[in-house]
């Protein structure tokens, strides 16, 4: 399976700022994913990085907010903007193969705005 | 859809039984499933997979139980160690038409505490 090196690890930063989060993987995948995990609760998906193309958003989740790039088959990145401490959480990438065989996702990004 | 939980369910066993943790899941639609184990400062590590044409799926010491009728979804893992201890999710994915690839719908996740 694909290893994703995610960075940074941890950031605390101050509201009103932004902060990109980078998602390398080991090898060309055609999807990768971005999901939020707020503290103590589950996983919930951002958005979907299209290589080529814009991302495709989730409800509830705007662009504006949460810009993504996608530059080639192996690196994304995520841009959590203007951030407020509601934005505090775990931001995790995710990556799949076209057969549905056990996405792998990376550590991820603990973020926490002060 | 969005699934999403304050206070998780717990369980609590001694090293050597047999653990189960279930998921009822939200769309029978869903065609894909997948049970991750996440624990403390890490991503969630994938356990084992099975698609809905299949109700049963045996791993090393892990098996996956899959009802359509009512949804439900379960993780046995046989002969429990202290290393299980962690956060374990069921994910789903609803491929409609093939363009769902690796969108996952996550369960509110069980905590398994496994005691020496």
């Known amino acids: 399976s694909a290893v994703i090196s995610q960075k940074p690890s941890r950031d605390i930063c101050q509201r009103g700022t932004s902060l990109t989060i980078q998602c390398q993987v080991d090898?060309?995948?055609?999807?990768m994913f971005w999901y939020r995990q707020q503290p103590g609760q589950s996983l919930t998906l951002i958005a979907t990085a299209n290589q080529g193309s814009e991302a495709t958003y989730e409800s509830g989740f705007v662009i504006d907010k949460f810009p993504i790039s996608r530059p080639n088959l192996t690196f994304s990145t995520l841009t959590v903007s203007n951030m407020s401490p509601e934005d505090s959480s775990i931001y995790l990438c995710?990556?799949?193969?076209?057969?549905?065989?056990?996405?792998?996702f990376g550590s991820g990004t603990r973020l926490t705005v002060v | 859809g969005e699934s999403v939980g304050l206070h998780l369910p717990t369980l609590s066993v001694q090293e050597g039984d047999n653990s189960i943790i279930n998921c009822a899941y939200s769309n029978s639609a869903s065609d894909y499933f997948i049970w991750y184990k996440q624990e403390s400062g890490k991503g969630p590590q994938f356990i084992i997979d099975?698609?809905?044409?299949?109700d049963k799926r045996q791993g090393q010491r892990v098996t996956v139980l899959l009802n359509k009728t009512v949804k439900h979804l379960s993780l046995q893992i046989a002969a429990t160690q202290p290393g299980d201890s962690a956060v374990y999710f069921c994910a789903e994915n609803t491929n409609a038409g093939g363009t769902s690839y690796g969108k996952l719908t996550f369960g509110q996740g069980t905590i398994l505490t496994v005691h020496p």
């Open positions: 090898s060309q995948v055609t999807m």
């Open positions: 995710s990556v799949g193969t076209g057969n549905n065989y056990g996405y792998t």
């Open positions: 099975i698609r809905s044409n299949m």
